[in-house]
């Protein structure tokens, strides 16, 4: 059974940082395609990054500069490093792994508040 658990959600104010962790069990290979996604309340979800097991990365416009995406291949886990965080940063943050079919784990949420 494939489960992807994230971590290191929190309350952080305008200008911290925050770095989430989310890490695929039940999985024997590289996922291919690893990402974040994000939901504030009354939006839609959007991806934030995405990462492939290659080291290609991918970023939304609006946390280009602000928010890096990496990988442990070995352990199926990608982080997300999030600097310079405003409150429109302000989410829940979902960990997406992409294979024969998606997984997704259950989220952590992120408020940027002061």
């Known amino acids: 059974q494939v489960q992807l658990v994230e971590s290191g959600g929190g309350l952080v104010q305008p200008g911290g940082s925050l770095r989430l962790s989310c890490a695929a069990s039940?999985?024997?290979?590289?996922?291919?395609?690893m990402g974040w996604y994000r939901q504030a309340p009354g939006n839609q979800r959007e991806l934030v990054a995405t990462?492939?097991?290659?080291?290609?990365?991918s970023y939304v416009d609006s946390v280009k500069g602000r928010f890096t995406i990496s990988r442990d291949n070995g352990k199926n886990t990608v982080f997300l490093q999030m600097n310079n965080l405003k409150p429109e940063d302000t989410a829940v943050y979902y960990c997406n792994a992409r294979m024969s079919r998606e997984y997704w784990g259950i989220g952590t949420l992120v408020t940027v508040s002061s």
């Open positions: 039940g999985i024997t290979f590289s996922i291919p395609l």
């Open positions: 990462a492939t097991s290659r080291g290609s990365t």
